[in-house]
Structures are given as structure tokens and as C-alpha cells.
């Protein structure tokens, strides 16, 4: 085998690796109807706390179990995530519409969430 052959033996396995890895990734990332998850990572990564209406009351600061770098907010309701575990207003905090908010790069750390109520 010459070694542009090799080569390119290699890029593409490589290619495949890189492309399994990737949707592994994106099947850990999914968030359901119903659910607020928060991720460790940016981008959807590392580890997941998955909250909803059962484990999440309405109009309840909830610390979280990890330190938040990413999230979605696929609940019925508007919810509002904190930077500190006490949903201090005096820290950083931000509301977000209920039915599918998106951020893969949070501002600032999350480390509380409050859902509102109807």
C-alpha cells in the first residue's frame, strides 16, 4: 500500500469515528417535550439534569445538582434560570419562554431554576 493511500485509509476512518462519536453526542443531547434539561458542558455536552412539571414545582427556586453551561426549556412554562443556588436576583439571572428555548452557550454559570406558574 503506498502512503497516499495509508493516508487516506486513516482520514477516512477517522471520518467515520468522528461521525459515530458525533451522533452518540447528539442522541445524549436530546431534551423532551415536557422536560427542562440542563447540561455541564456547552453545546449540549456532559452531563444532564432533566427536570419537569413533577420534579420542578411552579413558583420554587430549585437548585440544581450540577452547575449548568448549557440548557433547554421545553416546559409549558416560562422558567428562569440563576447563578447562584438561591435564585439571588442580586446574581445574574434571565427569563425564558416556555415550548422550546435554546441556549448552547449560557451567559453565566446556572446554578438554580425557578418555573413559573400559570
Known amino acids: ?7 487516506a485509509a486513516l482520514v477516512i476512518t477517522a471520518g467515520a469515528v468522528a461521525s459515530s462519536g458525533i451522533a452518540v453526542a447528539q442522541s445524549d443531547n436530546a431534551c423532551d417535550k ?11 455536552t456532559g452531563t444532564v439534569q432533566r427536570l419537569d412539571l413533577e420534579t420542578a414545582n411552579p413558583d420554587e427556586c430549585i437548585p440544581l445538582t450540577l452547575t449548568g453551561r448549557s440548557f433547554a426549556n421545553r416546559l ?6 440563576y447563578q447562584r443556588e438561591n435564585c439571588s436576583t442580586e446574581a445574574e439571572f434571565t427569563t425564558y419562554p416556555k415550548h422550546g428555548t435554546y441556549v448552547p452557550d449560557a451567559y453565566f ?6 418555573v413559573w406558574g400559570p
Open 1 to 7: 500500500m503506498s502512503t497516499k493511500s495509508l493516508i
Open 34 to 44: 415536557g422536560e427542562f434539561c440542563v447540561w455541564t458542558g456547552p453545546d449540549y
Open 76 to 81: 409549558s412554562r416560562d422558567a428562569s434560570v
Open 109 to 114: 454559570v446556572i446554578r438554580a431554576l425557578e
